[in-house]
């Protein structure tokens, strides 16, 4: 399946896996939004990863909707910098007082806030899918400005990717 990962780079693929949401499923209501009104706890799903590139020096985590009604779609949640060493992030570790491993950083969502914000399609929209991603990124840090937006981290991302893991729930709008 294409993703919209694939305009920033085409990657190899390795493995993400989730005990909160399933590629191809619907989302359950913790992982919708409760801010925008969705009847949702915003709490971000659990992930691990496996089968990354050796050379791996990080990994940076984001959850797009690219059908979301903005012309840009709708950044939901990204961390940069996770450690090579970590290979998972439990669930709820997108909350806004959330510890990340290491130098691990929550960038502010397209909400303008730093924690994950789950999904809310506007009411008769049909289905969004969510591209949960995990890139293996070939720096221990990206050097970015915490003030940078998703889209700026994206295009970061772009000569840093080694390779992408990607789940893609949906939610009915």
């Not at 691990?48 to 990080?58: H, L, N, Q, R, V």
């Not at 949960?132 to 295009?155: K, Q, R």
């Given at each position: 399946?294409?993703?919209?990962?694939?305009?920033?780079?085409?990657?190899?693929?390795?493995?993400?896996?989730?005990?909160?949401?399933?590629?191809?499923?619907?989302?359950?209501?913790?992982?919708?939004?409760?801010?925008?009104?969705?009847?949702?706890?915003?709490?971000?799903?659990?992930?691990?990863?496996?089968?990354?590139?050796?050379?791996?020096k990080s990994f940076v985590v984001t959850v797009y909707?690219?059908?979301?009604?903005?012309?840009?779609?709708?950044?939901?949640?990204?961390?940069?910098?996770?450690?090579?060493?970590?290979?998972?992030?439990?669930?709820?570790?997108?909350?806004?007082?959330?510890?990340?491993?290491?130098?691990?950083?929550?960038?502010?969502?397209?909400?303008?806030?730093?924690?994950?914000?789950?999904?809310?399609?506007?009411?008769?929209?049909?289905?969004?899918?969510?591209?949960?991603?995990?890139?293996?990124?070939?720096?221990?840090?990206?050097?970015?400005?915490?003030?940078?937006?998703?889209?700026?981290?994206?295009?970061?991302?772009?000569?840093?990717?080694?390779?992408?893991?990607?789940?893609?729930?949906?939610?009915?709008?």
């Amino acid at each position: 399946m294409s993703t919209p990962y694939d305009l920033i780079a085409t990657v190899p693929a390795f493995t993400v896996t989730s005990t909160d949401v399933r590629d191809g499923a619907e989302m359950k209501p913790a992982q919708a939004s409760g801010v925008f009104g969705a009847g949702g706890d915003d709490v971000s799903p659990q992930l691990s990863w496996s089968g990354f590139p050796a050379e791996t020096k990080s990994f940076v985590v984001t959850v797009y909707d690219p059908t979301a009604p903005t012309g840009s779609g709708f950044w939901h949640w990204a961390v940069a910098d996770i450690p090579a060493t970590v290979t998972s992030l439990p669930t709820g570790a997108g909350a806004e007082s959330a510890t990340l491993p290491g130098a691990a950083w929550q960038l502010a969502n397209d909400a303008r806030l730093r924690r994950y914000i789950g999904a809310a399609p506007p009411a008769g929209s049909g289905r969004h899918d969510y591209f949960i991603a995990v890139h293996a990124v070939d720096v221990e840090t990206l050097g970015l400005d915490h003030e940078s937006t998703p889209a700026f981290l994206g295009f970061n991302l772009a000569g840093h990717t080694l390779a992408r893991a990607v789940i893609t729930p949906y939610f009915n709008g």
